[in-house]
């Protein structure tokens, strides 16, 4: 059996970035790793966020890419893609769209 060598913890290339939406825009928030086999995980204000068919989580050579369908202003929060060795924060915003309901 040969031992796995460390090439040094995984990191962010491309952090995410702070993102302003209109309500029922779609939002794509990305960033990059350092390695393309990384496994990450998505949080939403601390809690692990889980896809559905409203939040798309992909990967794509080295970049993490999580896409809301529809944002909503329950989508406004602070988001984290956390690769083990370090973490990526960005804040969403979703603002009305001006349109009466």
């Given at each position: ?15 995410l970035?702070?993102?302003t ?56 929060g ?24």
């Open positions: 059996m040969t031992a796995c060598i460390s090439e040094g913890d995984v990191y962010f290339t491309t952090k970035q702070d993102y939406a209109v309500e029922k825009d779609e939002v794509v928030l990305m960033c990059e790793v350092s390695k393309t086999s990384v496994e990450v995980k998505w949080f939403k204000d601390g809690k692990e966020i889980v896809p559905s068919k409203n939040v798309i989580i992909k990967s794509d050579g080295k970049k993490r890419i999580l896409t809301v369908k529809k944002a909503e202003k329950g989508n406004i602070e988001y984290t893609c956390d690769c083990g060795s370090d973490k990526s924060t960005a804040r969403l915003n979703i603002e009305g769209n001006g349109l009466p309901c």
